[in-house]
């Protein structure tokens, strides 16, 4: 299971990595971080089809999480991967408009990291 | 027999002339015996046409003369008519004489009649010629006194004039003095209500940060907060690899703890960071100069300014680029000043690609709704090493400023913003800013294509 996290913190790859280190260690889920909407596209543009969970931040300097997930759901129809929207404003407007995007899920800050593990299970 | 109608003129004369001197400088005693001396004198003439003789009567104008030169020559108060009464002294002692010889020696007063009415007609000429100029000298005099009473009359005017001039200058003194502390007391309040102002814009553009300082601080304590819980997972971890033997996956182990505890390290000082520069922003006034990393400030303000705008206006997006001149060391300035001039150029620009975003928006036909539009909100801040200054650029693509208000943005209480949303001390106070730093805040700005505000100052 391949999972690509869009945040413009780049500690959040060392926080992923470490609290996934069993889960990687047993190449049960495999991690990519994007820092800006601009690097996941390019990411996904470069391993298409490979990414089946894609874990993103709303708020970042230039494209924003919001406009990432409608160019990936556009984009890239078959099949699509599933988009998890993470704000640190867990407000009703970002929610509806990520849910109106097709967003898979909608989290809030901070993460709860074993909530989030047993959201990766499901899907 | 003759009438003595000289006696009768020289005693009208001599007792009016009395009269009138009594009467001009108010000796009310004399008045009514001169009076009545007067009315004698014509008495004694009547008497003298009734009877037909002048044998008595001559002697009682003799008397009736007599006394009242003596008179007149005796009283102090008339001293000043001395020299017209002698006028009639010879007159009279020879008018006199005449009669005194004339009824001593009747034969010898006939024989030199002549001598004796030659005298008399002669004193009475010296008399009239006297009292002619005497009256002459009078007139001058009595001109002189009416001028001086005049001038009296003048000065005595002047002085209630006067008077009346100082009470009206006190009265317009003291309402000067009034307006004056009115004045005074209305600039006191001026003066509080502009710091009042210039505090309560800080607290608007603090209030404007707010939510971007929150999300500021929010990242990074999640970082402290993730951190410290991954770190409690590894110490178990590590005991669990201890019990086994397992050394190698325990010093690995060690390692990740130790970075771990560098990051919420840094985390936690990144928020502290925050919390002090919002506290500097909101401080009335610290004003010291200190060696300030400029581009850290730019950056730190560009980042507060984005996430303040966010946490307004959630669906909007802009493009930031930042060109930061890493050969700038420090600049001496009061940071929290600097800041707030940054600040508000920021938002200046965020508040202007925010319009250009809503104009372009509303030029979309329904079918391009969905597609990326053409125009791209983008803002960059800039940093220039200029030698012995340094220059800070905050631009934008917005719609630029129209020339017929260019030469206002600097103006106090001058605003573009919809009433309530902006204060129109920004710009103005930013300029103030710079001024103090001895620095220049330019603005090159083109309609449709966007504007550049320059901070340049002296190293």
Same mark, same amino acid.
């Given at each position: ?123 | ?86 006028a009639f002294i010879p007159f009279e002692l020879f008018s006199l004489l005449g009669d005194l010889t004339q009824l001593i020696n009747d034969s010898f007063f006939k024989d030199h009649a002549n001598y004796f009415n030659n005298a008399t007609g002669f004193s009475f000429f010296w008399m009239a010629a006297i009292l002619y100029s005497q009256?002459?000298?009078? *007139? ?47 600039l006191e309040e001026l003066r509080s209500t502009q710091s009042q102002l210039i505090q309560s814009e800080k607290m608007a553009s603090l209030g404007e940060l707010t939510a971007g300082i929150a999300h500021e601080i929010q990242n990074p304590l999640n970082f402290v907060n993730n951190f410290s819980e991954v770190n409690t997972e590894l ?76 946490? *307004? ?147």
């Amino acid at each position: 299971m391949k999972i690509l996290v869009v945040d413009d913190e780049r500690d959040i790859q060392t926080l992923f990595e470490q609290r996934f280190r069993k889960e990687i260690k047993e190449k049960s889920m495999e991690f990519a971080f994007a820092f800006s909407g601009e690097e996941a596209l390019t990411y996904l543009n470069l391993h298409e089809h490979e990414t089946v969970l894609i874990l993103s931040d709303i708020n970042m300097p230039g494209m924003s999480g919001l406009e990432l997930l409608r160019q990936i759901k556009e984009k890239y129809l078959k099949p699509p991967p599933v988009v998890m929207i993470i704000t640190a404003y867990g407000d009703a407007e970002s929610f509806d408009k990520a849910k109106q995007l097709g967003a898979d899920d909608f989290l809030t800050k901070p993460v709860d990291f074993n909530y989030l593990k047993e959201k990766f299970k499901q899907s | 027999m003759s009438l003595s109608v000289a006696p009768l003129v020289v005693s009208l004369i001599v007792t009016n002339r009395i009269r009138k001197y009594v009467k001009t400088n108010i000796l009310q005693r004399w008045e009514k015996p001169l009076k009545y001396a007067l009315f004698l004198s014509v008495l004694l003439f009547a008497a003298e046409v009734i009877f037909s003789d002048t044998e008595v009567t001559k002697w009682v104008w003799h008397a009736y003369l007599v006394t009242i030169i003596v008179f007149a020559l005796k009283q102090e108060e008339l001293r000043l008519l001395r020299m017209f009464i002698v006028a009639f002294i010879p007159f009279e002692l020879f008018s006199l004489l005449g009669d005194l010889t004339q009824l001593i020696n009747d034969s010898f007063f006939k024989d030199h009649a002549n001598y004796f009415n030659n005298a008399t007609g002669f004193s009475f000429f010296w008399m009239a010629a006297i009292l002619y100029s005497q009256n002459r000298q009078f *007139k001058a005099a009595e001109k002189e006194r009416i001028k001086r009473q005049h001038e009296d009359e003048l000065n005595r005017a002047i002085a209630i004039r006067k008077v009346e001039l100082e009470v009206l200058v006190a009265e317009r003194t003291a309402e000067l003095t009034e307006q004056k502390e009115e004045l005074e007391h209305a600039l006191e309040e001026l003066r509080s209500t502009q710091s009042q102002l210039i505090q309560s814009e800080k607290m608007a553009s603090l209030g404007e940060l707010t939510a971007g300082i929150a999300h500021e601080i929010q990242n990074p304590l999640n970082f402290v907060n993730n951190f410290s819980e991954v770190n409690t997972e590894l110490i178990e971890e590590m005991q669990e690899e201890m019990e086994k033997g397992n050394m190698d996956e325990v010093k690995a182990l060690v390692k990740d703890i130790a970075e771990n505890e560098q990051k919420i390290k840094h985390h936690g000082k990144r928020a502290d960071a925050i919390v002090k520069g919002m506290l500097q922003h909101s401080r009335s006034n610290s004003g010291v100069k200190e060696p300030t990393n400029i581009n850290a400030l730019a950056d730190e303000y560009l980042r507060l300014a984005y996430h303040g705008l966010r946490a *307004k206006d959630k669906s909007f997006n802009v493009t930031m680029e930042t060109h930061f001149d890493e050969s700038i060391i420090s600049v001496n300035i009061i940071p929290q000043d600097i800041g707030r001039a940054i600040l508000n150029l920021i938002t200046n620009a965020f508040y202007a690609v925010q319009v250009e975003t809503r104009h372009a928006l509303s030029l979309r036909s329904p079918e391009q709704s969905h597609k990326q539009p053409d125009y791209i909100p983008t803002i960059s801040v800039s940093t220039k090493n200029r030698g012995n200054r340094v220059e800070i650029l905050v631009k934008d693509n917005g719609p630029g400023i129209p020339a017929h208000i260019l030469d206002k943005i600097f103006q106090p209480f001058f605003t573009t913003k919809p009433t309530g949303e902006g204060t129109g001390l920004g710009l103005s106070l930013s300029y103030d800013i710079v001024k103090a730093h001895g620095g220049e805040l330019k603005v090159d700005t083109k309609e449709g294509e966007g504007t550049e505000f320059s901070i340049i100052l002296p190293v």
